[in-house]
């Protein structure tokens, strides 16, 4: 039986050095690229703030090279085939967390929608890939 090592939290809001990153209306925003540790299991967190309705897509993007440019849309990044969104419909202000496995790439980025009726308020303040790598 394979031994697991102690978990280890990977904060995109600070490797950003931001408090929250904004989500208005039907924006679509990109969190800045990882390395994904190998032989790991994942686990994604993921919350909103707004003054009015929360409405998001949540989906995690990857891909073997870092995007030429951060935080924008890059064709070498995309969902794998046959994932499923993190999140199809995130419509509340809780901390929500979705184990997942992502493809086997080298690096991996949050893509992130507004949808619906979406607040212009909408921000994200807590987003992290939270791992545990078998030893």
């Known amino acids: 039986m394979a031994k697991v090592g102690a978990p280890e939290v990977i904060d995109l809001l600070k490797m950003a050095r931001v408090s929250e990153i904004a989500v208005a209306s039907t924006a679509t ?53 046959g994932k499923i969104d993190v999140i199809t419909a995130q419509a509340d202000k809780l901390v929500h967390r979705h184990p997942y496995a992502p493809a086997s790439t080298k690096f991996g980025r949050f893509k992130i929608t507004g949808t619906g009726l979406n607040d212009a308020s909408t921000v994200i303040d807590r987003l992290e890939i939270s791992y545990i790598l078998a030893i």
């Open 29 to 81: 925003i990109y969190s800045q690229a990882v390395g994904l540790p190998r032989n790991a299991t994942f686990c994604f967190t993921v919350k909103a703030d707004s003054e009015g309705v929360v409405e998001l897509k949540v989906e995690f993007e990857s891909s073997n090279e870092l995007p030429s440019t951060e935080e924008t849309v890059d064709t070498n990044y995309v969902v794998p085939d």
